[in-house]
């Protein structure tokens, strides 16, 4: 399933925002704690020097029991054996009013009150670890939220402005068709990137819109100039056939060269048609009676089936005008009939319906459905052996998109089934 450029560039947007927050989460709260305990620890040593500054040289030794009653957090304690150097740890003591034990950091150093020994004893309630963890989680999920709801809004809003150039050169390229008049009209943007797109695009069109008119143009002079010679070699050989000095010998021979001219004559005149179609020399519609254009040409075709003994079931809704033109609606029937016969079977059938919006030619066949890839394309054949020039889908189809209908295969029951609906 395709993806558009967009939503892939906001997955790996969100994807990084996710994989950064998430690994920034443990490595914020391992240096926000060593920084919070390098900040208690050095409020615990000011508080030994403020100790040591202030009330130490005024304490007696009768005082030290009023000043560790007073002083929750500040304790002295007289010792036999002075300790070497500060000492700071961290542990928890139970809290009476809380009812739970706390963490506290605790600085233990050694102090002189009236030159005797003691030991300094200062402690700060700590944050407890979890409602920390929690806090930062707290803290990064909603820096998560919103640095992803900011990515969204970017996204939608921002990048969809940004873009909107893009997709403008898409739309026009996707409507665009080379056989039509109309040619794509890429406005110029602030995005040099986009103008570039835009200049080669045009530059491109233009030259492989020249390229297919030369083509075309080609096409149809050759086939204007040749059709006075295929029409004068054809005279020549339909007199020569007629001779009575030709042998039995010249005769095959010429007859073929007879038959294949026939067919050169008539991919000409096929040719000539489709250009015709493309340059719009048939675009004067009229209310054809289609059911009538159906049963003028059914003698004929009949005729034409008998050689396979193909059987022609028709069933026509009476009154049913289309809008189209005259000419081509006589050609479209024309060739859905050839082709019902050319590529039936003996003894097989042909069943045309024809309704108020869609006509129906189905026919039996190979049995196995079409490739539809190149089924309306010129030169196409489904039989490589067949003595068509390929070229009677290709009329179909190209009156059917002159006249804005659409023309559907399908295979069912057996039967190779081609719907025109109106």
Same mark, same amino acid.
Do not use: P
């Given at each position: 399933?395709?993806?558009?450029?967009?939503?892939?560039?906001?997955?790996?947007?969100?994807?990084?925002?996710?994989i950064v927050m998430l690994s920034a989460a443990p490595l914020f709260f391992y240096i926000t704690q060593l920084l919070y305990l390098h900040e208690t620890d050095e409020a615990l040593q000011l508080q030994k020097e403020e100790f040591e500054l202030l009330y130490a040289p005024q304490l007696q030794d009768k005082d030290v029991a009023v000043w560790n009653k007073w002083n929750r957090d500040i304790k002295v304690e007289k010792v036999q054996k002075i300790i070497p150097r500060d000492t700071l740890f961290s542990n928890s003591y139970y809290n009476n009013l809380e009812k739970e034990k706390e963490p506290y950091r605790v600085l233990n150093a050694p102090v002189t009150i009236n030159n005797k020994h003691y030991l300094f004893t200062a402690r700060i309630n700590l944050v407890d670890n979890k409602d920390f963890i929690v806090s930062i989680l707290m803290v990064f999920t909603i820096i998560i939220l919103i640095l992803l709801f900011g990515l969204f809004i970017i996204t939608k809003r921002l990048s969809l402005r940004l873009w909107k150039p893009f997709y403008d050169t898409l739309e026009q390229i996707e409507k665009f068709e080379i056989d039509k008049s109309s040619h794509p009209k890429l406005v110029v943007n602030t995005i040099e990137e986009f103008n570039r797109l835009n200049q080669a695009i045009n530059k491109l069109i233009e030259k492989n819109t020249r390229i297919y008119k030369s083509q075309k143009e080609f096409i149809e002079n050759a086939a204007h100039e040749l059709q006075t010679p295929i029409a004068i070699f054809k005279g020549k050989l339909e007199t020569l056939l007629q001779r009575d000095d030709v042998s039995e010998e010249q005769f095959e021979i010429l007859?073929?060269?007879?038959?294949?001219?026939?067919?050169? #004559?008539?991919?000409? $005149?096929?040719? /000539?048609? @489709? %250009?015709? &179609?493309?340059?719009?020399q048939y675009n004067i519609p009229e209310e054809v009676l289609l059911n009538e254009v159906i049963t003028n040409q059914l003698d004929f075709f009949k005729e034409q089936a008998l050689a396979k003994n193909i059987k022609i079931n028709t069933a026509l809704e009476? #009154?049913?005008?289309? $809008?189209?033109? /005259?000419? @081509? %609606?006589? &050609?479209?029937?024309s060739n859905?009939?050839?082709?019902?016969?050319?590529?039936?079977?003996?003894?097989?059938?042909?069943?045309?319906v024809l309704h108020k919006n869609a006509l129906v030619f189905s026919n039996t066949g190979i049995l196995k459905s079409l490739e539809t890839d190149k089924l309306f394309e010129r030169f196409s054949k489904v039989n490589p052996s067949s003595k068509g020039n390929g070229l009677g889908l290709s009329i179909i189809n190209k009156i059917v998109e002159n006249n804005n209908w659409e023309v559907i295969y399908s295979y069912k029951d057996k039967l190779h089934i081609f719907e025109i609906q109106f």
């Open positions: 399933m395709n993806k558009k450029l967009l939503h892939t560039t906001l997955k790996y947007y969100v994807l990084f925002s996710l007859d073929k060269l007879n038959d294949t001219t026939t067919r050169l #004559n008539r991919l000409n $005149k096929n040719l /000539l048609l @489709l %250009s015709k &179609i493309e340059n719009k009476s #009154n049913t005008f289309v $809008k189209t033109n /005259l000419f @081509l %609606s006589e &050609i479209l029937i859905l009939f050839l082709n019902a016969i050319n590529h039936n079977v003996a003894n097989g059938s042909i069943n045309v």
